[in-house]
């Protein structure tokens, strides 16, 4: 459907391996210096190649902050959007006039900034489900290919465990109680993370009594999460801690919160989502280091046994 090019800030771009046909090249060249002419500074543009096939142009600085190919790629995903009958994509970002390593780089961060911004929250949506899980797929064209996957297996751990922090958060409360939430993290296991819970009777022989107390105004139990990975040697030193918030619904107890506030209390156990999505990227990409995370899972509810101020 698409065909994405990348030129930079004087609207160049290079085609050695002569990938593009010259008809596209032609069209793309006098497109290009339509915009020169003008003085267009979008970094996004676009042309119609034929009636079926589109092109875009993405403009990039030869100098470029750090953070500037995940963002490029985000807004690219964004910009798309509007655009509904594109569902297909032929990326060719050789058409950068960088050397190997600093393409692989870049191009790698950008398909990180494009997949973060594709992420949606469907679970519970009944209508329209073909149209609301529509998914844009991609082709790579690059004789670099190879390093641009190896590079993005990093980026593509770190999205993963993104993407499971923002299904947690995501989440209704009435779904994702404390017991809920230790069968999510129990299925971390299979990447090779340790997980262990501890439920009321292991807390009460350890002394948290303020984990408890939080709690016990709730028909939910409370628990505690602890989840390892040994990725170092053993003698790498003490482990990187993580200590998450889990509260997966926060009422305010006795202290009832104002009704305007209380739609936003599932969001109390967002620490925690980021502890658990942490860990799984760290497991997928394999980390050499020493972690665990710790999070404290727990719903506080008015009730006549809840926790008096």
């Given at each position: ?19 593009l ?5 032609e ?8 915009l ?12 119609e190649?034929?009636d079926?096939k ?8 030869n100098k470029?902050?750090s953070y500037?190919?995940?963002?490029k ?7 798309l ?5 594109v569902?297909?994509?032929d ?17 790698s961060?950008?398909i990180?900034?494009?997949n973060l911004?594709s ?7 009944t209508?329209?489900k ?5 998914k ?15 590079e993005?297996?990093?980026y593509?751990a770190?999205?993963?465990?993104v ?5 947690l958060v995501s989440?209704?409360?009435n779904?994702?109680n ?7 993290i ?10 262990e819970?501890?439920n ?6 350890l002394g ?8 016990q105004?709730?028909?939910?139990e ?7 990975w ?15 918030k ?6 305010g ?21 980021v502890?658990?999505?942490?860990m799984?990227s ?6 050499k280091?020493?972690?665990?995370g710790v ?15």
């Amino acid at each position: 459907d698409t065909l994405v090019i990348f030129v930079n800030e004087q609207y160049r771009y290079k085609d050695k391996k002569g990938v593009l046909s010259k008809n596209i090249r032609e069209r793309t060249n006098s497109y290009l210096a339509n915009l020169k002419a003008k003085k267009d500074n979008e970094d996004i543009s676009s042309f119609e190649i034929s009636d079926k096939k589109k092109c875009f142009i993405l403009r990039i600085k030869n100098k470029y902050e750090s953070y500037s190919p995940q963002e490029k790629g985000g807004l690219f995903y964004a910009h798309l959007k509007q655009y509904k009958k594109v569902s297909k994509i032929d990326f060719y970002p050789e058409t950068l006039d960088f050397d190997s390593t600093k393409l692989t780089n870049f191009f790698s961060q950008f398909i990180f900034g494009f997949n973060l911004k594709s992420y949606t929250f469907n679970k519970y949506k009944t209508l329209n489900k073909e149209k609301i899980n529509k998914k844009i797929s991609f082709k790579i064209i690059s004789s670099f290919k190879e390093k641009i996957q190896k590079e993005y297996k990093y980026y593509d751990a770190i999205k993963e465990g993104v993407f499971l922090t923002r299904d947690l958060v995501s989440e209704p409360p009435n779904v994702l109680n404390p017991k809920k939430y230790t069968e999510e993290i129990k299925k971390l296991s299979k990447l090779g993370l340790k997980v262990e819970i501890l439920n009321e009777t292991k807390l009460k022989k350890l002394g948290m009594h303020s984990l408890l107390g939080v709690g016990q105004g709730s028909k939910n139990e409370t628990f505690l999460a602890v989840i390892k990975w040994n990725g170092a040697k053993s003698n790498f030193g003490k482990p990187l801690a993580f200590v998450g918030k889990g509260v997966c619904f926060d009422t305010g107890g006795i202290s009832l919160k104002p009704a305007r506030f209380m739609e936003e209390m599932k969001y109390d156990m967002g620490g925690s989502a980021v502890v658990v999505g942490l860990m799984k990227s760290l497991a997928l990409r394999k980390a050499k280091v020493n972690a665990v995370g710790v999070v404290g899972l727990v719903e506080n509810m008015p009730d006549g046994n809840a926790q008096r101020p």
